[in-house]
């Protein structure tokens, strides 16, 4: 089945430890897209790619990083950097500008 | 740079009609879509539009006038499975798909 896969569903780090969100897709799309999402708050962009080995900062980059090295994937990094860490990520893609988004189930990420 | 402006919470009662409005402001623009986020779960789609008018799937339709930068979704016989949060999305001209911050739908019995 075709689809957009993060892991883990739940994701617990100590302060001050850079920490790697999984995000692979199998559905040949182009773009490829990380949110950050807090309680009640809406989506807001972090990194966007359009093709491989490039790729855009969003609204609220500072302390992520990525890497857009295969089609198929688009890990996310959170680095010691990013103040305030512990928020729902979630990995879009989509194979064109005027089609529908797919996301993957999200990863919960805490830090202690 | 891109922003969208929706309400942030709705109620209505089940089999009623409800519209969430949508204005946005964006530097380009490649169409305005819809998304459905229950709790705790991923956004999944529900509608697009790249031109002015009325776009109708099912009990869910989707305007947009992009001479005044705003769109709705309209809701039809609410059920309550339809309580959830609704998004409006834009493209723009540097690609980013990027959201609004939601609109809490309350269908109440």
């Known amino acids: 089945d075709g689809g957009i896969t993060q892991s883990p569903k739940y994701l617990f780090r100590k302060e001050g430890q850079n920490v790697t969100l999984s995000c692979e897709q199998n559905?040949?799309?182009?773009?490829m897209y990380w949110y950050r999402q807090d309680p009640g708050q809406g989506l807001r962009l972090i990194y966007y790619s359009q093709i491989v080995n490039d790729f855009q900062k969003g609204d609220i980059a500072e302390g992520y990083s990525v890497s857009r090295e295969k089609k198929e994937s688009f890990p996310l990094t959170v680095t010691s950097a990013q103040k305030n860490p512990t928020a729902f990520y979630l990995c879009a893609s989509r194979g064109g500008l005027n089609t529908e988004a797919f996301f993957g189930q999200g990863t919960r990420l805490t830090v202690v | 740079g891109q922003s969208l402006e929706q309400p942030s919470e709705v109620t209505a009662v089940e089999g009623a009609i409800v519209q969430i409005n949508c204005t946005y402001q964006t530097s380009g623009f490649y169409g305005l879509s819809w998304y459905q986020q229950h709790d705790g779960g991923a956004p999944t789609f529900l509608s697009y539009n790249a031109l002015d008018g009325l776009e109708e799937t099912g009990r869910f339709s989707s305007f947009l006038s992009r001479s005044d930068s705003y769109g709705y979704l309209l809701l039809q016989e609410l059920q309550m499975k339809d309580s959830a949060s609704y998004f409006c999305?834009?493209?723009?001209?540097?690609?980013?798909?990027?959201f609004g911050s939601g609109t809490q739908l309350t269908v109440l019995p």
């Open positions: 559905l040949n799309h182009d773009a």
């Open positions: 999305a834009v493209t723009g001209s540097a690609r980013q798909l990027t």
